[in-house]
């Protein structure tokens, strides 16, 4: 698996309340390759009795977005998934 992400100029501007009120995030050059990806499962359980989420109070704001993806690369050689369960 070959996977090449390229990112240039990508501001990010968040206003909100808290400790920092105003953050500043820039992105110049980002590139990510994974030149071999094995990954296999023999047995997989997931059980979940109760689940319980609640959320009372959220606030986001994004005063100014920029995002712009100059080169994007997406290549997979092989991929192979294995799954034997008992």
Wanted: net charge positive; proline share 2%.
């Amino acid at each position: 698996m070959n996977i090449r992400f390229h990112v240039k100029d990508a501001p990010f501007l968040l206003q909100g309340q808290g400790p920092r009120h105003l953050s500043f995030f820039q992105v110049s050059s980002f590139e990510f390759q994974v030149s071999n990806f094995k990954f296999r499962v023999s047995s997989f359980k997931f059980q979940i009795s109760s689940f319980k989420f609640q959320v009372s109070s959220f606030k986001f704001r994004v005063s100014s977005f920029k995002f712009q993806v100059s080169s994007f690369k997406f290549q997979v050689s092989s991929f192979f998934i294995s799954e034997a369960l008992h």
